[in-house]
């Protein structure tokens, strides 16, 4: 089985060398691709084509934001991944909108960093904790007087697998919580998305939970 291959776009030197070292020292991962600045990544990332970009959003040259912004359009396949020091609303909700599958905060352990490539690569958009209780206090809150539209089209295990994505659960992390395989979630997963129409867990969410007001007026 070929490995992951990863990018890394960050401009902290010590921090880029640990994130190289972990990753090629760990099967199934490979480093293929490293970059201290966003312009040097827009220009290389499209000609190389790794699985996986890390990209830091505080980056000189050109931020992280506008590096996912610029190349997503170009190279769709590709999975990006905030991986930043910064948990400040606005940041997280541009970077999303920017094309992010995912977004870990940088006090992510590199064992659970690990992990969130492997589950970005594999459709999944996992986020840190902090991270994904934000997206949810952004966008779930709901009034009594409102229906949610889709709330009909999902089957109970299906909402409880989008509950537990909405909170940033990898997808073996809800398959040990519901004590189900990790492929009955996939299947869950990708009927979710097909149900709602969407391709992300972001997307998912966003639809489900709509933003209080939306519908409201």
Do not use: W
């Not at 609303?89 to 909108?97: G, M, N, V």
């Not at 299947?187 to 209080?212: F, G, M, Q």
């Amino acid at each position: 089985m070929n490995p992951i291959r990863v990018a890394i776009v960050e401009d902290v030197e010590e921090y880029r060398n640990a994130l190289q070292y972990v990753l090629n020292s760990t099967p199934g991962f490979e480093c293929v691709l490293t970059y201290s600045n966003g312009l040097k990544a827009l220009e290389d990332i499209p000609k190389h084509l790794p699985d996986v970009v890390l990209v830091d959003l505080n980056i000189p040259g050109i931020n992280g934001i506008e590096v996912m912004r610029q190349l997503k359009p170009k190279v769709p396949k590709i999975q990006f991944m905030v991986l930043t020091v910064s948990d400040d609303d606005e940041k997280i909700f541009a970077a999303l909108s920017a094309g992010a599958n995912g977004y870990l905060l940088k006090s992510t352990m590199p064992n659970e960093i690990l992990e969130a490539v492997q589950d970005v690569y594999n459709g999944g958009s996992p986020m840190s904790a902090t991270i994904a209780r934000k997206v949810v206090d952004a966008f779930r809150n709901p009034t009594p007087q409102m229906h949610n539209p889709y709330e009909e089209l999902l089957t109970q295990r299906e909402k409880e697998v989008l509950a537990l994505l909405a909170k940033g659960k990898l997808y073996k992390q809800i398959a040990d919580e519901l004590h189900i395989s990790l492929e009955t979630v996939k299947s869950h997963c990708h009927n979710i998305y097909d149900k709602l129409h969407v391709k992300t867990r972001t997307e998912a969410i966003i639809k489900y939970y709509p933003p209080a007001g939306n519908g409201g007026h």
